[in-house]
């Protein structure tokens, strides 16, 4: 039974459809990559699953539960700007973390961070905005938390530091958690992931598992995507 579930869910801002009667689901164990172009309607479903949004029709369900109070105390969410304090020290965000969130590992995050590179007195005002996306990826990951949701977690870094990215987020999640990755940089991010969803003009285009597409088209599944979405 999918953890994370889309039933016909459309959202509209003002006039404008983001989208349209959308249905899939996510999997516990699983990381699904939400796949699209820019304005494709990735970063509403994720809002909307994270109870930032409210659907316009349909409903979202998180274990069985519309977005709410309960639900969000198994949500980990990372948006895809960076919304730490500026004058906060790194370590002054652990603590933070620490504080809002009882499944936050402290020790956990500390150690991301130091493999990362990142000092506990660096303060985020200072750091690159590959560094602060890194540090806000390395407190999102650090929670024992039953759905993750990653918002373009690799598009403010280079691609040098993605394998290292995505082993971070590998480390971080937990077995039985469900993972939800949106991206648009398809080639880096496949290699990890066990169902795809793309979103095309807020529908839902292709949904199935990685193994599958791949066995069935005869293509990697950034092949596909550059197919379904006619990227040169």
Do not use: W
């Not at 689901?25 to 990381?31: A, L, V």
């Not at 730490?84 to 590992?105: E, H, I, Q």
């Not at 599958?212 to 092949?223: A, F, I, N, P, Y």
Request: hydrophobic fraction near 40%; include cysteine.
């Amino acid at each position: 039974m999918s953890f994370l579930q889309f039933d016909n869910v459309t959202k509209y801002y003002g006039n404008r459809p983001a989208l349209q009667n959308v249905t899939c689901g996510m999997e516990p164990g699983r990381i699904t990559g939400l796949l699209g172009p820019n304005g494709s309607g990735k970063t509403t479903m994720l809002k909307l699953a994270a109870g930032l949004l409210q659907p316009t029709a349909g409903r979202v369900l998180i274990g069985g539960a519309a977005p709410g109070p309960e639900t969000k105390k198994l949500t980990a969410y990372l948006p895809d700007r960076v919304s730490l304090p500026r004058n906060f020290r790194a370590s002054d965000a652990v603590a933070l973390f620490a504080d809002f969130y009882a499944d936050f590992d402290a020790a956990k995050a500390v150690e991301m961070l130091r493999s990362l590179g990142v000092e506990a007195s660096q303060r985020i005002a200072s750091m690159s905005k590959g560094t602060q996306e890194k540090t806000q990826l390395c407190l999102t990951m650090s929670r024992g938390a039953k759905l993750f949701l990653l918002d373009e977690p690799l598009g403010g870094v280079d691609p040098a530091t993605r394998d290292y990215i995505l082993s971070t987020i590998i480390r971080g999640y937990t077995e039985d958690a469900t993972l939800v990755i949106s991206t648009h940089i398809i080639g880096d991010v496949e290699r990890i992931l066990d169902d795809v969803v793309f979103i095309q003009n807020g529908t839902v285009a292709v949904a199935d598992s990685a193994e599958h597409l791949r066995e069935t088209r005869g293509k990697s599944v950034d092949g596909i995507f550059r197919e379904v979405f006619a990227c040169l």
